[in-house]
């Protein structure tokens, strides 16, 4: 078999993402792309996946204001190999010396780039380092290196591991100028993957006249962003498939700061204020009355103009809006509250100094989330809630129940005159809470 892509990664997310749209760009262009999936830890799920043939992905959202759903064949998975199982390093690095293969693409999480002083291949880059060495001996075409796991400077983080473990095995120069010679991108993923969908599968079921438990999830909005050479374009057309694909040479880090800020910001933010309503689902909360005005204030009024003028960024947080209403994506927030201390400061925190320095004050409904955090976690680590008790995880990360330690363990190190501002607003927010009962 000859394959075009080497794959590692067989979760939900690639298959309802990346994989997808491979085969929408063999339908668009007659191409015919062939996945070899690795798997990157020891379990997976790479031999279901590859004996199967084809699975399906269900795709739910709103497109131009209409709600749509599609259910669409995924069909370019070909083969597949577990590194970790007897002779499944072997048939990877086979897979590695395909003539057409021209494309590496992975998601292994935030944790599977790293390197570890250990020799034999364990991890996705010690895998992709003998990939490459083996590609390397047989003087083979470099490759089109695709990370998409959720790390800044993915492509460039991969490519220093890969080179790490080629030093470390002692592996001859022609590794190295193989190593450079392949295009490794920095990206930047979004949609967002329930995963299997439970309640609909007896339906779908039906309607394919099968059982596929491959079937996965996903909204109908999708956005890759590339940052580097455009000639993956050659190699992969997603313009021609109407892809929402961005190649950029230097605009990737305004769509990732965009991201973390909007999206994430805003699940951040609203968690412990929709939690301590009683409302349980971002759907439900991003509908109720009492917070459509608070939501539209802290992304249009707040978030976007302490991070940029561009109008390409309200677009965004009313495209991030609409989405969050999707009836279809059953989104906790007691998932999206997990580890709030740590999102806190790389979600919030932005917003927090940019609006302040740029307006020489705070922004008020962003206070009034940060409040809502502070007595979220003003209890002994067990939040009681409308809905029954949310264990808080990191509690051991809260400094103290006051105001100034509450500041200090969600925004570690903020200049003086914005600390000082911030805790006056809180200590005022929390008296007002305390007279009112809450």
């Not at 279901?48 to 269900?58: F, K, M, Q, S």
């Not at 979600?347 to 320095?357: D, H, K, Q, V």
């Not at 501002?421 to 007002?432: D, G, P, T």
Request: with cysteine; hydrophobic share 40%.
């Amino acid at each position: 078999m000859h394959y075009t892509v080497m794959q590692f990664g067989e979760g939900n997310f690639m298959r309802s993402f990346f994989d997808w749209m491979l085969q929408r760009i063999c339908i668009a262009t007659g191409a015919e792309h062939k996945v070899f999936l690795v798997q990157p830890i020891p379990n997976g799920r790479v031999k279901e996946i590859v004996d199967a043939g084809e699975y399906h992905v269900l795709l739910k959202g709103f497109e131009d204001g209409e709600y749509k759903e599609l259910l669409e064949p995924v069909s370019v998975i070909a083969g597949g190999a577990n590194p970790f199982a007897r002779g499944g390093l072997e048939a990877m690095l086979d897979a590695a010396l395909s003539p057409e293969l021209r494309v590496v693409a992975s998601n292994t999480t935030e944790a599977g780039i790293f390197f570890e002083e250990r020799t034999e291949p364990h991890n996705f880059p010690s895998l992709l380092a003998a990939a490459l060495h083996a590609r390397a001996k047989k003087d083979l075409p470099p490759l089109h290196i695709l990370p998409m796991e959720l790390i800044e400077n993915n492509g460039e983080t991969l490519k220093t591991c890969v080179g790490q473990y080629g030093r470390l095995r002692g592996y001859e120069p022609l590794f190295f100028s193989y190593l450079d010679s392949c295009i490794f991108y920095d990206t930047l993923v979004d949609r967002i993957v329930p995963g299997f969908p439970a309640k609909d599968a007896p339906d779908i079921f039906r309607r394919l006249g099968k059982e596929d438990h491959n079937l996965t999830m996903g909204e109908l909005f999708h956005l890759f962003v590339i940052q580097g050479n455009t000639t993956i374009l050659d190699v992969l057309p997603f313009h021609k498939a109407g892809l929402n694909v961005i190649v950029t040479a230097d605009k990737l880090p305004f769509y990732r700061e965009r991201k973390v800020r909007i999206l994430n910001g805003v699940h951040t933010a609203s968690a412990p204020v929709s939690l301590l309503a009683g409302v349980e689902h971002v759907k439900d909360f991003v509908k109720d009355e009492r917070f459509v005005p608070m939501l539209r204030k802290l992304v249009h009024d707040e978030i976007v103009p302490a991070f940029s003028d561009d109008p390409e960024a309200h677009r965004y947080g009313d495209d991030v809006l609409e989405r969050f209403g999707n009836p279809a994506l059953e989104h906790s927030f007691r998932s999206i509250a997990l580890n709030s201390v740590a999102k806190s400061n790389t979600r919030l925190r932005p917003t927090l100094e940019g609006y302040f320095a740029k307006f020489g004050e705070l922004p008020p409904t962003l206070v009034e989330c940060i409040a809502s955090m502070c007595s979220f976690y003003d209890c002994d680590g067990i939040r009681e809630l409308p809905h029954g008790p949310f264990v808080l995880a990191d509690f051991d990360r809260i400094k103290g129940r006051t105001v100034p330690k509450m500041v200090d363990s969600f925004f570690p190190g903020l200049d003086l005159p914005l600390r000082e501002a911030l805790i006056r607003k809180l200590e005022y927010a929390r008296k007002v809470q305390g007279e009112k009962g809450v």
